[in-house]
């Protein structure tokens, strides 16, 4: 069974740091774009950083400057080093990754979520 699993997240304080990371498991074929998104409560689902297979980075201006995606192909991982985090930080973060699965088959998978709470 093909599963992203997400970890890292957690309670931080004002300006601290915090790496999530996300791996992929099961029978894949070839992963193109992964990416992070989050959700506040009370808020829509939000788009926060991509990297494609060929490790081109965008990022959402909210967290321009601040976040880095980067990701480990050999082991099927996408990392979000969070630094200078803020309280409007605070969100259940998302994994998000494009898989194909064999030659005729690809979908679009997400991570279970992982708590992220920037509190003092």
């Known amino acids: 069974q093909v599963q992203l699993v997400e970890s890292g997240g957690g309670l931080v304080q004002p300006g601290g740091s915090l790496r999530l990371s996300c791996a992929a498991s099961?029978?894949?074929?070839?992963?193109?774009?992964m990416g992070w998104y989050r959700q506040a409560p009370g808020k829509q689902r939000e788009w926060v950083a991509g990297?494609?297979?060929?490790?081109?980075?965008n990022y959402a201006d909210s967290v321009k400057g601040r976040f880095t995606i980067s990701r480990d192909n050999a082991k099927n991982t996408v990392y979000l080093q969070m630094n200078s985090l803020k309280p409007e930080d605070t969100a259940v973060y998302y994994c998000?990754?494009?898989?194909?699965?064999?030659?005729?088959?690809?979908?679009?998978?997400w991570g279970q979520g992982t708590q992220v709470t920037v509190s003092s």
């Open positions: 990297i494609t297979s060929g490790g081109s980075t």
């Open positions: 998000n990754a494009a898989l194909r699965l064999s030659p005729d088959y690809e979908d679009d998978y």
């Open positions: 099961g029978s894949i074929f070839s992963i193109y774009d």
